[in-house]
């Protein structure tokens, strides 16, 4: 399986999916979400999850990788750019924008992807892309843990795309 974005470009993410982009929430969350195309998937893939998540915010977080979008039961190949916004087809769970560090924002808000916005300097973004064997049994809100267990068994194949914004 393979996960292409053209929102990344030779390994760095446009400007438009973070804070220096123009699409944003009551809060100043970054909201515009990159566009990603899955290609040669296991034939007996039933849906996709993915977790967007940036590890070098360990050391500015308090210690904890912020974690920018999770999504689930996706059971298209291609999501365009901004459709976090207005997706009815797939389900979205909290992102690290409802921490205390990302200023307790609402998990209602919170439950779709929230951009880059690296406070120290640029970050590397790992999107993680799985191919399940089933739907799973979540709704939106959910948090990444129960994610991770009902994947439990369940993961066919998995892709990582990495992109490198700027602070």
């Known amino acids: 399986m393979i996960v292409k974005s053209i929102g990344i470009v030779d390994g760095i993410i446009a400007d438009k999916y973070g804070k220096r ?10 909201t ?6 899955i290609e040669d998937a296991p034939a007996n893939t039933v849906s996709y999850a ?9 050391p500015v977080s308090g210690g904890f990788t912020w ?3 999770t ?16 997706t ?4 979205q769970g909290v992102n690290s924008w409802t921490s205390i560090q990302g200023g307790q924002q609402s998990l ?32 939106n809100g959910f948090f990444m843990n129960d994610l991770y267990k009902k994947m439990d068994g369940h993961i066919v194949d998995e892709y990582t795309l990495k ?3 700027n602070n």
């Open 108 to 139: 209602e808000l919170s439950s779709f992807y929230g951009g880059m916005a690296p406070p120290d300097a640029p970050h590397l973004y790992e999107l993680h892309v799985f191919a399940l064997d089933t739907k799973l049994e979540l709704e």
């Open 21 to 30: 982009g123009d699409s944003f929430n009551e809060n100043g969350m970054p």
């Open 163 to 165: 992109g490198l914004y």
């Open 32 to 37: 515009y979400s990159l566009p990603l195309k």
């Open 71 to 86: 999504a689930a039961n996706i059971t298209k190949t291609t999501i365009v750019e901004n459709e976090s916004q207005t």
């Open 67 to 69: 974690i920018h979008w």
């Open 88 to 91: 009815i087809d797939f389900v």
């Open 50 to 58: 993915l977790i967007l998540e940036d590890k070098d915010a360990y």
